[in-house]
């Protein structure tokens, strides 16, 4: 079998064509995949269509975020459940770009986007959800009563490639996360044709990791890098680092 | 099951409460009395993260946060934070024992299947017959919705926390919402800075005033009738 296991950054991501959608994992920093933004960033695909939570945060400095891409003018679409910030007073780096009208954002709740992508992983086209009936979000579009309660059609979402984090992985693309590093991690590898992960710790022989243990099947995963020591790689910074 | 043990001090305890009024904590400390030994309760951003510095006593309550964290204690001080472990807010949160993680599909499956028995979240209006509004502003292009859609519409109860009115003084409390609403005739308890009220369908009933506010004071501050 073809290792799955990358040298660099840059050669994960070195055929990622324009026009692709991608999935961004992440919450918070737990999850997110700042060294392959940062390396999408340098390789420049264009047209994209980036699926995430948020489009990134207002704080600083700035992490590599979906923001990061638009600002490079790579992004065509963003799905995510925030297209504004939570409190009117931040400033979102993406949001000058999407009142210019330079991209298109398509807003989900975020238990939606989820199931969206869960179900594009399962092999399911479509579902109905109580969520967001009565909305402007539902406004023109197909509802059904199921049980007494008016449900929302929402479509599957399926993706060309993933981006997530994980902490540990063995040769075979099995994935262990770590607390809430998690969260759209899972659906979104399963959501995806290819699966790019960057890893925590070094990689571990095939069957070192415990069966029960694993997270994530290697079936969903594709390509693997370990994420380096700072400062050739990025990792998370505490909140008194930040402010430095 | 564990308790409270490692919660942190009772916030009424503290200094610089206001006369009159209450302010944030007390708001969410009122809104976390009604809290059913046993519930499953998600915190929203913002002032509804306060109810969980609230000192609960005997009852056990559990904190579900969407980003897949079910269980989870106090905010950990600078220094002490687990990088990997953060609440909806994006905050370094402690784990708890019984404290669980899952991905986000099974944390809104939860959300979805009406596990969750009470969700509090800010808002910027309630209406009297139970409509909030608190994803857009006027104006806005987008906005931010992350999991109030779906736990609006999905828990057994939904509370909210916000200011009487707004800094330019127009109620928040009103007849209908004229910002675009995040879910229907859902909201049951809304706590403010002037006292905890119920919607009626066609106004707010009082539960309580909060210290120093007078029934009248307050009916002029609300846009839609006040009931005693």
Known sequence: ?244 | MSGNSVGPIHASARSGAPAKGWDRQQMADRLSEKFQDGWLVNLGVGIPTLCSNTDIGDREITYHSENGLIGYGPVLPAGQEDLHLVNAGGQNVSLRPDSVTVNHADSFAIIRSGRIDVTVMGAYEVAANGDFANWKVAGQKGGGIGGAMDLAACAKRVFIILEHVTRKGAPRLVPSCALPVTARGVVTLVATNYGLFAPTGHGFRVVELAPGMSFEEVRAATGAPLEG
Request: proline residues 7%; charged residues 20%; neutral net charge.
């Open chain 1, 1 to 244: 079998m073809r290792s799955k296991t990358f040298g660099s950054f840059a050669e994960a991501v070195a055929d990622i064509p324009d026009g692709s959608v991608i999935g961004i994992g992440g919450f918070a920093a737990p999850g997110t995949p700042y060294n392959l933004l940062k390396a999408l960033r340098e390789q420049g695909a264009k047209g994209l269509t980036c699926v995430g939570n948020t489009t990134g945060g207002a704080h600083q400095p700035r992490m590599p975020d979906i923001a990061s891409l638009v600002e490079n003018g790579q992004v065509k679409k963003v799905i995510a459940s925030f297209t504004a910030a939570t409190r009117p007073t931040d400033v979102l780096p993406f949001t000058k770009y999407y009142e210019s009208g330079e991209v298109e954002a398509e807003l989900v709740p975020q238990g939606t986007l989820a199931e969206r992508m869960r179900a594009a992983g399962a092999g399911i086209p479509a579902f109905y959800t109580p969520t967001a009936v009565g909305t402007e979000l539902a406004e023109g579009r197909e509802t059904r009563v199921f049980n007494g309660r008016e449900m929302l059609l929402e479509y599957a979402l399926p993706l060309d490639y993933a981006f997530v984090r994980a902490h540990r992985a063995d040769a075979s693309g099995n994935l262990m996360f770590r607390l809430t590093q998690r969260n759209f991690c899972p659906v979104m590898a399963m959501a995806a044709r290819i699966c790019i992960v960057e890893v925590e710790e070094p990689i571990l022989p095939a069957g070192a990791l415990d069966p029960d243990a694993v997270h994530t099947s290697g079936i969903f995963v594709q390509r693997m890098v370990v994420v380096p020591a700072a400062p050739d790689g990025i990792w998370a910074v505490r909140r008194e680092e930040r402010k430095k």
